[in-house]
């Protein structure tokens, strides 16, 4: 049969597993909060470097960057002009290995 100092260790050792726990579970939801921010604020921030406003949501944001990069393969000598210093062979040959 346990003693009574053995109960009062084993209730303290409980009690400070418990504290580092909720410590632990608090700092790991601060953080899921800030990469949470963060991953909203890239895929939809509030407004574009034109002052439009940018896309609602993730889904919205990734399937315009599909597209993005669907018109750019079509057509790289536009991809050239948005980078201004380019070759369009460069980016030509860049886009092309991009497809595999």
């Known amino acids: 049969m346990p003693s009574t100092d053995q109960a009062l260790a084993a209730s303290g050792a409980v009690e400070l597993a418990t504290s580092r726990l909720q410590r632990t579970a608090g700092t790991l ?4 909060s800030r990469l949470e921010a963060e991953l909203v604020g890239l895929t939809s ?11 609602g949501n993730t889904t919205a944001a990734f399937g ?8 750019l393969l ?3 000598g536009d991809a050239m ?3 201004s210093g380019l070759e369009v062979s460069r980016v030509i040959r860049l886009l092309d290995s991009s497809e595999t």
């Open 29 to 32: 939801s601060r953080a899921t």
């Open 45 to 55: 921030p509030p407004m574009t470097v034109t002052g439009e406003v940018a896309l």
């Open 64 to 71: 315009s960057a599909i597209l993005l990069r669907s018109d």
């Open 81 to 83: 002009r948005a980078q």
């Open 74 to 76: 079509a057509h790289p």
